[in-house]
């Protein structure tokens, strides 16, 4: 206790040099928003009020309604000065969209620990008995250094953990330990994936399509709701971009898109895993603003966030500060001021309240405090650094734990469970067959727009078919150019079914079997078009067709083995190298080098012919370029095309076969 003493009085002596009137300087005000849609009057830290005693909270439960009202009741006398006054409302213009209201849900944890293996060296317990709460139309934030658990916490509350995690203790959602159905919450990761050649709009539609139930009409009225509710009006008919020559939507609004995907479900409750994550100031005040309206219509939000501005901080209505899984504090944000400076660590004037909040638990800084040791500053030691943060986080926890604040806690978190409210019902899902014709038109528009998708490959595969074809062009209808017709057609189905491989980096993003028909199809017409008539094949329209369609097939199929790999393996590298591995395979054993009927069976021919699909389909080209031909062998015998294909060693269907032999034996 001496040693926290004397290391509470040192800070507390640099907190008061740098609080004193000679350096005092007026600092940026900032709104702190209490309940929804009260504005209250600006709040400067320079002179902020103490409080001695916490504020009674009165509960009640509304019978037959859809959310818990908790009124607030200030106890202390300056504290209820400062939110005495509010700004009257401004008036909504004509035509203005009034926003709409959410009936929220109360959630509350208690004694909530998450175990997960592994993840920590000097303990396994991630969380350690947390106690919180959130209230319908509040705005709640975890805030804590990195890995601290503030992810975990969200997860566990949301029970969105990992299968290897384990989660000890209780979470109330309305009074009542269930599980929140479908549709009745959202939540939003911190990285998030959105289609970037579609607009905010459409986006959002084809969400609501796949998540909601009815009719679409009805789905757009929802969609509309959401694009003014995160304040996307501007960008609704923008491609979210993010790709080549696209010019994409910036970070923050694209954060806000994709809250908005949740929005659809119209949810009761909001869970946000670093809504602020990569954004600047100014974008992270407009993301936090546009939450906080959405508060205001009632919404439950809970959210995650490691550091904020002043003017973000008093946008918060209560706050959980975590530390290597513990709760240091949990209550409003102004509190928590009161909170650090009762512990001994008042928070200096030029200082924001988040930065001096993470600065007091971070013990990243203790390694920055054994580089400064021994240097000095202009003013002599670095007095602003050499605070101990495991001392200051035992402080801030015993001080937590023996304070009314933690009573406060309890007490609420009592009075939101013993009585069950109104059950979340879940809002039901899209029919499996319409979610299929969704995807499918969805996947149809993306490929469409985005030229590396297929457009750049049809570039690909002409050049490589006009490299094919000018290769083995000008070969003529003579016995002797039979090897080199058989080598054509082998190289170019096995080298555009090689080319295909390209497609995966694009096929991990989204299953576009359905919708990739139409541009295999038109890949198949353009190629073999080129290819057919370079090389002079067989001049008859039947067996054009027949050569399209064959080559469509094996593309398809070709496109369907990519489909299996890639969502097997889930990743490029090797799904890239498997599928190498696999036409490489289907090379060997398509009867070109080796006559499949020489191959070792329990090797080759079973099962590995098998799977070789476009073995097939090169025999079947072959059968359609020499089946009925005949080759003048002197001046008064022929042979049959299967004769002379026989006779250069290729393998041949055994329709091909029955089909010749009957020709021989009628001659």
């Given at each position: 206790m001496e040693e926290i003493q004397s290391q509470s009085d040192n800070y507390r002596s640099s907190s008061s040099s740098a609080s004193s009137p000679a350096s005092r300087v007026p600092s940026s005000n900032f709104f702190y928003l209490r309940k929804p849609g009260s504005l209250r009057q600006p709040i400067s830290f320079e002179d902020s009020p103490e409080w001695d005693d916490t504020t009674d909270i009165d509960v009640r439960v509304e019978e037959g309604g859809d959310s818990?009202?908790?009124?607030?009741?200030?106890?202390?006398?300056?504290?209820?000065?400062?939110?005495?006054?509010?700004?009257?409302?401004?008036?909504?213009?004509?035509?203005?969209?009034?926003?709409?209201?959410?009936?929220?849900?109360?959630v509350a944890w208690k004694d909530l620990t998450v175990t997960i293996k592994g993840k920590r060296k000097y303990s396994d317990k991630v969380i350690k008995s947390s106690t919180g709460y959130a209230l319908p139309g509040t705005l709640t934030v975890i805030m804590g250094p990195a890995k601290s658990g503030k992810s975990t916490l969200l997860r566990a509350i949301a029970g969105r953990l990992h299968p290897s995690a384990r989660m000890y203790g209780e979470v109330f959602v309305n009074g009542a330990k269930s599980h929140m159905p479908y549709g009745s919450y959202g939540y939003v990761d911190r990285e998030t994936t959105l289609i970037g050649s579609l607009t905010v709009r459409e986006f959002l539609y084809y969400s609501a399509l796949l998540q909601l139930p009815g009719f679409f009409c009805q789905k757009k009225s929802v969609v509309e709701d959401a694009i003014h509710a995160m304040s996307l009006g501007e960008h609704a008919n923008k491609l979210i971009g993010g790709h080549c020559y696209m010019k994409g939507l910036p970070s923050g609004e694209r954060r806000l898109v994709s809250i908005a995907r949740e929005l659809v479900m119209r949810p009761r409750i909001l869970f946000l895993d670093e809504p602020l994550y990569h954004l600047d100031s100014v974008s992270a005040l407009l993301m936090m603003v546009t939450l906080r309206r959405l508060a205001s219509t009632g919404c439950t939000l809970i959210i995650t966030i490691y550091q904020s501005s002043t003017e973000v901080f008093g946008l918060f209505d209560r706050i959980c500060l975590l530390s290597n899984g513990n709760t240091l504090f949990f209550g409003e944000t102004l509190a928590c001021l009161q909170h650090f400076s009762n512990a001994g660590f008042p928070c200096p004037i030029m200082q924001s309240p988040s930065d001096h909040f993470l600065r007091a638990i971070n013990t990243d800084f203790d390694r920055i405090i054994a580089m400064c040791k021994n240097w000095q500053d202009d003013n002599g030691d670095f007095s602003s650094v050499n605070m101990d943060t495991a001392v200051a986080i035992r402080t801030l926890e015993a001080?937590?734990?023996?304070?009314?604040?933690?009573?406060?806690?309890?007490?609420?978190?009592?009075?939101?469970?013993?009585?069950?409210?109104?059950?979340?019902?879940?809002?039901?899902?899209?029919?499996?067959?319409?979610?299929?014709?969704?995807?499918?038109?969805?996947?149809?528009?993306?490929?469409?727009?985005?030229?590396?998708?297929?457009?750049l490959h049809l570039i690909l595969y002409m050049l490589l078919t006009l490299c094919i074809g000018t290769s083995f062009s000008g070969l003529g209808h003579s016995l002797s150019s039979v090897g080199a017709r058989v080598a054509a057609i082998f190289v170019f189905v096995s080298f555009c079914s090689l080319l295909s491989i390209a497609r995966v980096p694009a096929l991990m993003k989204e299953i576009k079997l359905l919708s990739s028909i139409p541009f295999l199809f038109l890949i198949s017409i353009t190629s073999s078009l080129v290819f057919y008539f370079l090389v002079g094949l067989e001049d008859q329209f039947s067996l054009l067709m027949y050569f399209v369609l064959n080559f469509f097939v094996t593309l398809l199929l070709n496109e369907g083995i990519m489909l299996v790999v890639a969502t097997l393996w889930q990743e490029v590298f090797w799904s890239v190298l498997t599928l190498l591995c696999v036409h490489v395979v289907m090379m060997l054993s398509a009867g070109y080098f080796r006559i499949r009927s020489t191959l070792p069976g329990p090797v080759w021919m079973y099962p590995m012919s098998y799977i070789a699909f476009h073995t097939y389909s090169i025999q079947g080209l072959l059968e359609n370029e020499y089946l009925g031909t005949s080759f003048a062998v002197g001046q008064v015998r022929s042979i049959s095309g299967f004769q002379a294909l026989q006779g250069r060693k290729i393998s041949l269907l055994k329709s091909f076969k029955c089909s010749n032999r009957d020709t021989t034996d009628t001659s």
């Open positions: 818990i009202n908790a009124a607030t009741t200030p106890a202390s006398p300056s504290l209820s000065k400062l939110n005495s006054g509010s700004l009257p409302s401004p008036h909504l213009p004509e035509g203005a969209v009034i926003p709409r209201k959410i009936a929220g849900a109360s001080t937590y734990k023996s304070s009314t604040d933690a009573a406060s806690v309890e007490t609420m978190v009592l009075k939101l469970t013993e009585k069950e409210g109104p059950a979340l019902k879940s809002k039901g899902k899209a029919s499996n067959a319409t979610r299929v014709a969704v995807l499918t038109w969805r996947s149809l528009l993306v490929v469409s727009r985005e030229w590396k998708y297929y457009w």
